[in-house]
């Protein structure tokens, strides 16, 4: 489908890139960039020749500011507290979207990733960043709380509490050196590498076994919440049991 605020071409086969695309205000998500990032990854769910996504901020300026504050402040003039609660629950959806969907996500970050731009980073599997990237929890800046679009859950298992809770708690940013030391990213490169070294990437996980692309990603999704080795053990037993099954055993 045609969109307006998000782009998305194939890079190659197996190989899609994802665009935000409104570099004026900071790829700043309002109301319609939401719905088409809805509809989106919801279309990539039942895409089996798209094994890889690579999510990137079109523009200079940087990934994206979080959510477009001046369009939000009109809408919130308007909303009750369940309203807000709705807004918000969807809002946390779409995180748990890019998790559910089969294609490993690479986020390539360039300057700031805030608010839910941070979300998205936090909701990717591997993410890819040059030396002016920053990362902010940038919710409690704005009055609410700083665990807010899933950023409680992902950013203390990325980095360890004690960290995590300062940069909830403080709102201050994260740089490109502190996400290297956290372990946070998993490559740090200069911006005009960024998009080469995410396609190198890419290109070697689509060189993989897809079954076992999908099964690692559910696998490690799923030992997140997982409350001790026997049951993370059974998960990878099953998961090599139908890989085995379907590529190395001949039909009978």
Known sequence: MQYETI????????????????????N????????????????????????????????????????DMEEGLELQKTMNSLQF??????????????????????????????GIGLSFALASDLRVISPD???????????LG????????????????????????TGNYMSAAEAVNLGFVSRLVERDRLMDTALELARTMNGKNPAGLRLTKEAINV??????LEQALSVENRNQALLYGEFFKSPA
């Not at 920053?134 to 800046?141: H, T």
């Not at 030992?223 to 001790?228: E, P, Q, V």
């Open 146 to 169: 700083g665990a807010d679009m899933a950023c409680s859950y992902f950013l203390p298992r990325a980095i360890g509490t004690g960290r995590a809770y300062e940069f909830m708690l």
């Open 28 to 67: 700043a998500v309002n109301q319609a960039m939401m719905k088409e990032l809805e509809q989106f990854w919801a279309e990539r769910e039942n895409d089996p020749d798209t094994r890889i996504v690579l999510l990137k901020g079109n523009g200079e300026k940087g990934f994206c500011a979080g959510l």
């Open 223 to 228: 030992n997140l919440d997982i409350g001790g």
């Open 7 to 26: 782009q998305y071409e194939t890079a190659e086969a197996g190989i899609g890139v994802l665009t935000l695309n409104r570099p004026r205000k900071y």
């Open 133 to 143: 990237a920053r990362f902010s929890a940038a919710y409690i800046n704005i009055g």
């Open 85 to 114: 609660y709705q807004s918000q629950a969807r809002m946390g959806r779409l995180m748990l979207k890019m998790r559910q969907v089969p294609q490993i996500i690479v986020c390539i970050v360039h300057g700031a990733a805030a």
